[in-house]
Nanobody, 115 residues
Framework: QVQLVESGGGLVQPGGSLRLSCAAS????????MAWYRQAPGKERELVAA???????NYADSLKGRFTISRDNAKNTVYLQMNSLKPEDTAVYYC?????????WGQGTQVTVSS
């Protein structure tokens, strides 16, 4: 079993920044990719960004240039740096880890962008 612990969400004013973290622990064999998704009220969950074990990255087109995903392989941790935040970025952000033996989700962390 793999456990994911997310942190870094909160309330931020428009134009501000936040950095989300997601640490994976437990029975980890080999992580293939790590990703962030988000789900706003009344909307479907959508991919924000993903990073593979080889550090290839993929972003939602609408977020390129504002969000940056990175990872620390030694700590099994993925980060999401979010800059120039907008009210429409308000959502619950979920971490996902794709491991060779399974697919795991975090509990979600709330990000609210409001003045």
């Amino acid at each position: 079993q793999v456990q994911l612990v997310e942190s870094g969400g909160g309330l931020v004013q428009p134009g501000g920044s936040l950095r989300l973290s997601c640490a994976a622990s437990g029975n980890i064999f080999s992580i293939v990719a790590m990703a962030w998704y988000r789900q706003a009220p009344g909307k479907e969950r959508e991919l924000v960004a993903a990073i593979t074990s080889g550090d290839s990255t993929n972003y939602a087109d609408s977020l390129k240039g504002r969000f940056t995903i990175s990872r620390d392989n030694a700590k099994n941790t993925v980060y999401l740096q979010m800059n120039s935040l907008k009210p429409e970025d308000t959502a619950v952000y979920y971490c996902r880890v794709i491991e060779v033996r399974g697919n795991y989700w975090g509990q979600g962390t709330q990000v609210t962008v409001s003045s």
